[in-house]
């Protein structure tokens, strides 16, 4: 696609429940970066691939967290056991590697925790 | 670790005025300084950016400047405009890791 895709545009889950975010980043952007967005806030950090590996994951809460990108491609983020707090927006956003340094974004998923 | 922080959170100013925000960082070695536009519900939009060998770069009504001793960053907007009106965060990056650290933002209004 053109752009970064996100999948679902919006979740609501219960309390306890597991949910998996999904981003399709820009064909051939080997960087791919996950932020938390709280509303009028600027992205926190979560947790960034080059390629397939987690090149930093410093910025994910808790081990409730997890991300994987096992193709170099398309990349999911996964919360175990919600809890209310983790309600917010969920950025995902890729860049190239070849010069270009420029971080484009998803539309971003919505989560909210019932 | 790395770290940004942004100022003011909130920024209002009549239309035609001029608005300014800084950001300050921590990472010496960041080196590419991303200003970000997002509009209430949509993504965030990159509108000027600018990388260390530069101190300053323009573009049209917008420009940044950058004082890499300090580690200060500002964006700069004149003559503002209600389609100004936006969240607003900066963010330093790496290119020799591709990480990048984004401040808090700053929601500006611009009044009509």
């Known amino acids: 696609g053109a752009g970064v895709s996100q999948t679902p545009s919006n979740k609501v889950t219960e309390k306890g429940k597991y949910v998996e975010l999904r981003c399709d980043p820009i064909?051939?952007?080997?960087?791919l970066y996950w932020y938390r967005q709280s509303l009028g806030q600027g992205p926190e950090f979560l947790i960034y691939f080059q390629g397939t590996g987690a090149a930093d994951d410093s910025g994910l809460p808790n081990d409730r967290f997890f991300a994987v990108r096992p193709e170099g491609s398309v990349s999911t983020l996964k919360i175990q056991r919600t809890e209310r707090g983790d309600s917010a927006v969920y950025l995902c956003a890729s860049s190239s590697l070849a010069g270009d340094t420029e971080a484009f974004f998803g539309q971003g998923t919505r989560l909210t925790v019932v | 670790g790395e770290n940004v922080e942004q100022h003011p959170s909130t920024l209002s100013v009549q239309e035609g005025d001029s608005a300014v925000i800084k950001c300050t960082y921590s990472?010496?070695?960041?080196?590419?300084f991303p200003w970000y536009k997002q509009e209430l519900g949509k993504r965030p939009q990159l509108i000027i950016d600018?990388?260390?060998?530069?101190g300053e770069k323009k573009d049209q009504r917008i420009a940044v400047t950058l004082n890499k001793t300090a580690k200060h960053f500002s964006l700069h907007i004149t003559e503002t405009q209600p389609e100004d009106s936006a969240v607003y965060f900066c963010?330093?990056?790496?290119?020799?890791?591709?990480?990048?650290?984004f401040g808090t933002g700053t929601r500006l209004k611009v009044l009509a």
């Open positions: 990472d010496s070695a960041s080196n590419y």
């Open positions: 963010g330093a990056g790496d290119s020799g890791t591709y990480k990048y650290i």
């Open positions: 064909s051939g952007h080997t960087a």
């Open positions: 600018i990388r260390s060998n530069v």
